[in-house]
């Protein structure tokens, strides 16, 4: 009998829940912020259409995979898979073999996952749900909402656009956003940009009670209406 992965062999590895914790303990420190690491942003946000991560790893190809879409030349042996993914390759490397130590559980997660093709969701889900999914990317007024907290608070010192992003909030622990826990500039005092909050609700920090409102009130909005999604990731 072959030893189950620790996962179990019951369910399909999910990149949400299995893979992406992986890189939220060893890669999202350097990796994500206003100026990620080699411009490789693996946090853990949600984008249009997966996760700013799993956008990262297919635009800058970090894996290689068997990809349908792709022209009908014949697939040579040994062409897809971890041992021949730049994902893996560089963790070996010099600079990230000494910044980095993954538990041997986190490289089996990663190379599994890559070699089971790199899947994003952990099964069919492309059916009418009776409720319609909250869609989190696609909120254009949550957008706006914080476009113009941010326009007043952050306006001084970054270009608001820089410092609002959908995929910076995070849906499991709204006050760890990003934009909340960001370090402010000596100009705007001690703390971080979501802190003092209470002290002056009514002076310079009202907008960002309104900000970390703003993303309590989505994760309410989310658990009431939940994606696929949102199910795989627990
Ligand atoms: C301590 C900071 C740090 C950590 C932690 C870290 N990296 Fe990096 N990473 C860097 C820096 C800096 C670069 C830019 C190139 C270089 O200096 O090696 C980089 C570059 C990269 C690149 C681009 C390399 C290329 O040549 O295309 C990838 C991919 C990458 N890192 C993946 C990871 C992954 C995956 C993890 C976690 C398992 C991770 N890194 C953890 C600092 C870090
Ligand atoms: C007085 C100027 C100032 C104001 C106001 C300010 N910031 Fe910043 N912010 C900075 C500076 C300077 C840095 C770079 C600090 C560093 O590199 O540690 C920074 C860094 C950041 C970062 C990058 C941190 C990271 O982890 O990569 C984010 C995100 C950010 N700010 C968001 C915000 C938000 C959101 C607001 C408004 C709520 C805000 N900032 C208000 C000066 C400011």
């Given at each position: 009998?072959?030893?189950?992965?620790?996962?179990?062999?019951?369910?399909?590895?999910?990149?949400?829940?299995?893979?992406?914790?992986?890189?939220?303990?060893?890669?999202?420190?350097?990796?994500s912020?206003?100026?990620p690491?080699?411009?490789?942003d693996?946090s853990?946000?949600?984008?249009?259409?997966?996760?700013r991560?799993?956008?990262t790893?297919?635009?800058?190809?970090?894996?290689?995979?068997?990809?349908?879409?792709?022209?009908?030349?014949?697939?040579?042996?040994?062409?897809?898979?971890?041992?021949?993914?730049?994902?893996?390759?560089?963790?070996?490397?010099?600079?990230?073999?000494?910044?980095?130590?993954?538990?041997?559980?986190?490289?089996?997660?990663?190379?599994?996952?890559?070699?089971?093709?790199?899947?994003?969701?952990?099964?069919?889900?492309?059916?009418?749900?009776?409720?319609?999914?909250?869609?989190?990317?696609?909120?254009?007024?949550?957008?706006?909402?914080?476009?113009?907290?941010?326009?007043?608070?952050?306006?001084?010192?970054?270009?608001?656009?820089?410092?609002?992003?959908?995929?910076?909030?995070?849906?499991?622990?709204?006050?760890?956003?990003?934009?909340?826990?960001?370090?402010?500039?000596?100009?705007?005092?001690?703390?971080?940009?979501?802190?003092?909050?209470?002290?002056?609700?009514?002076?310079?920090?009202?907008?960002?009670?309104?900000?970390?409102?703003?993303?309590?009130?989505?994760?309410?909005?989310?658990?009431?209406?939940?994606?696929?999604?949102?199910?795989?990731?627990?």
């Amino acid at each position: 009998m072959p030893t189950p992965p620790p996962w179990g062999d019951r369910r399909n590895l999910s990149f949400l829940r299995d893979v992406q914790p992986v890189f939220d303990r060893h890669c999202a420190s350097c990796h994500s912020g206003l100026e990620p690491a080699g411009a490789v942003d693996l946090s853990g946000g949600l984008t249009a259409r997966y996760n700013r991560a799993y956008d990262t790893i297919l635009e800058k190809k970090l894996i290689a995979r068997s990809n349908v879409g792709d022209d009908a030349r014949i697939t040579q042996p040994l062409e897809f898979g971890s041992h021949k993914s730049r994902l893996v390759e560089i963790l070996r490397e010099k600079g990230h073999a000494e910044r980095v130590r993954l538990s041997g559980e986190d490289w089996y997660r990663l190379t599994a996952w890559i070699d089971g093709n790199g899947p994003y969701h952990d099964g069919f889900i492309n059916k009418r749900l009776a409720v319609p999914p909250y869609d989190l990317p696609a909120d254009a007024a949550l957008l706006a909402k914080l476009s113009a907290v941010h326009a007043r608070r952050c306006g001084s010192c970054h270009e608001p656009g820089a410092v609002t992003r959908i995929d910076w909030i995070d849906l499991r622990r709204p006050e760890a956003s990003r934009f909340l826990v960001a370090p402010l500039g000596s100009g705007a005092g001690e703390g971080t940009a979501g802190a003092g909050d209470a002290a002056d609700a009514g002076g310079a920090g009202a907008p960002l009670v309104q900000g970390a409102r703003l993303v309590r009130r989505t994760r309410l909005t989310r658990r009431a209406r939940p994606t696929q999604e949102a199910r795989d990731a627990r």
